[in-house]
């Protein structure tokens, strides 16, 4: 069973310093609060995995607690590049970043194998694409049927997951819906899985084939009410596109991004703080 | 007949090429703004499909980010990304793969990884998204972005993304099952891939361009195919249904749709 804890305390017993970890959530339901606990309690050496490493990565980047960052497309969307991304791959700032990098259809099929409990994936990818020189990991397997020759990449088994969702009960047992990505997968493929939620509600009325996770399958739900913020929840935010504008010039320099950081996010108790200072300085 | 910019020109002649009732795969930026054109105009009953999931999206803007809640709000389905990838994509059912690029060569090969070495580069790029398989399984691919010394290149790189590899039948060799990029649309021509080689040559100029420009404009020794046709320029209708998909778009985002 999930425990319904603050996501501070979910932070602090379920993210250990050297883990990989899986933030994920595609364009929709993003799990920025959980970003910048990692932030604020200073978790370090992470391995993070996520097919767009979007400003949820930027700031853990920036922030330094990354050694590796394992992706499938990394920009600002609709806006341009991910500077801090960019830097410390560019330039080593504010330490070096290992990638691996794979693509969308891989990271996919990854997160279903790690889902399936299966030590790698199958697909039909990369033929005559370079990505397969830069990143050994992606290896071919020959069809014991057909002869075809395949792509085979290893699964993806975080240490821990953390996604965002709209609805928990009680029991701790979620329901999502919208653009679901691989969320689903990448909370089935980690050994431990943390979800913050819009609401928690006395009973999800959730349609018979929702996308429902139960509290069993999950470790910790905590209440996060805009957490995906400057993304969101179908139904309960619209996409924050202006934020993501401007995060373009605060991200672009170091000590512009560094003094944003320490005011916003090390400056500020827990998320629901962080998100007054914001409304406090419009 | 009202005037018009060379970018109008390129998304329309774009649109054009997506037939009624056509499955699309869409990129976002300069390939879903073509891909709603269409479906706005000549092409209704195109079927989008974005990787984020939404199968059918009908928005009534341009979406910002693969994942606007429109696009979700107006599908006839939104699946998970896994699925979109692995039945869809991968299962044959795509007639069309729209995409955009930052660099492109004279086979049809993409990169939108890194200029410059992949270790060391000069500029590190989004990435590959879904790009590689979508240019491996659509039937077949269109491929739309501005033309410059800097976007056509006489060597890539990175192929990110493979095109016509090689050229010749090295696509055919690799054992992919789609036919590869059919056309480039630029904001100068249409280029097309000639016969046996998978060269891409220009089969026709847009009104008012001329071969000089797009010499100019390629990395590559550009060729023109024997008959270079011109462009129709886009109709009263056609530049009324995109002014209109534009504007609602910058009132609903305060910025135009998002361009890669």
């Not at chain 1, 993003?30 to 490493?53: C, G, Y």
């Not at chain 1, 290896?139 to 075809?148: A, H, I, M, S």
């Not at chain 1, 975080?158 to 969702?165: G, K």
């Amino acid at each position: 069973m999930a425990e319904i804890i603050s996501l501070g305390e979910a932070v602090k017993r379920f993210v250990n310093d050297g883990d990989t970890v899986a933030l994920e959530g595609f364009t929709h339901l993003i799990p920025t609060a959980a970003s910048h606990e990692i932030i604020r309690q200073n978790k370090r050496e992470l391995t993070l995995v996520r097919m767009t490493p979007d400003l949820v990565y930027d700031l853990l980047i920036g922030a330094g607690c990354a050694k590796k960052l394992v992706f499938s497309w990394g920009g600002n969307p609709g806006v341009g590049s991910l500077h801090r991304l960019r830097d410390a791959v560019e330039k080593g700032w504010p330490q070096p970043l290992e990638i691996e990098e794979h693509s969308h259809a891989d990271m996919a099929n990854a997160y279903v194998a790690g889902a399936s409990g299966l030590p790698f994936a199958v697909l039909r990818a990369y033929a005559g694409s370079d990505l397969p020189k830069v990143n050994p990991l992606i290896k071919t397997v020959t069809c014991p049927f057909t002869g075809e020759v395949l792509a085979a990449v290893p699964s993806v088994r975080p240490d821990v997951t953390v996604i965002h969702a709209q609805k928990a009960d009680r029991k701790g047992n979620v329901l999502l819906w919208g653009i679901l990505g691989v969320q689903k997968e990448a909370a089935l493929a980690a050994k431990r899985c943390i979800v913050t939620v819009e609401e928690i509600v006395d009973d999800l009325n959730a349609p018979m084939n929702a996308c429902v996770l139960p509290s069993w399958a999950l470790t910790a739900v905590c209440h996060v009410p805009g957490g995906a913020h400057p993304s969101y929840a179908l139904g309960y935010s619209e996409r924050d596109n202006r934020f993501y504008q401007a995060w373009d010039p605060i991200a672009r320099d170091r000590e512009t991004f560094t003094a944003w950081i320490d005011t916003y996010i090390r400056g500020t108790e827990d998320f629901a703080a962080f998100q007054q200072k914001i409304a406090e300085g419009k | 007949m009202s005037a018009y910019s060379t970018n109008e020109m390129m998304t329309v002649a774009a649109a054009r090429r997506l037939n009624n009732g056509a499955v699309c795969f869409v990129g976002i930026g300069l390939p879903s703004k073509a891909a709603n054109l269409a479906r706005l105009t000549s092409s209704p009953d195109v079927v989008l499909i974005y990787e984020s999931g939404p199968i059918g999206a009908k928005p009534t803007v341009l979406p910002l980010s693969i994942g606007d809640g429109e696009l979700a709000e107006t599908a006839d389905t939104v699946v998970p990304t896994g699925e979109i990838f692995r039945y869809w994509l991968q299962g044959g059912r795509i007639d069309v793969g729209f995409l955009g690029a930052a660099q492109v060569d004279k086979f049809g090969n993409i990169n939108t990884t890194v200029i410059g070495d992949y270790h060391s580069p000069k500029v590190r790029l989004p990435g590959a998204g879904g790009a590689p398989e979508i240019a491996g399984s659509a039937k077949q691919v269109l491929i739309i972005l501005k033309q410059s010394h800097r976007t056509f290149v006489d060597k890539l790189a990175f192929i990110t993304s493979v095109g016509h590899g090689e050229g010749g039948d090295h696509r055919k060799q690799l054992g992919l099952p789609g036919a590869g990029p059919v056309g480039i649309i630029t904001d100068l021509c249409i280029m097309e891939p000639e016969e046996g080689t998978h060269e891409f040559i220009v089969t026709s100029l847009h009104p008012g361009v001329s071969r000089e420009q797009v010499v100019a404009a390629t990395g590559w020794a550009i060729r023109f195919a024997d008959s270079v046709a011109e462009t129709a320029a886009p109709t009263a209708l056609e530049l009324e249904a995109l002014r209109a998909l534009e504007a609602r778009t910058a009132a609903a985002h305060g910025q135009a749709g998002g361009e890669e």
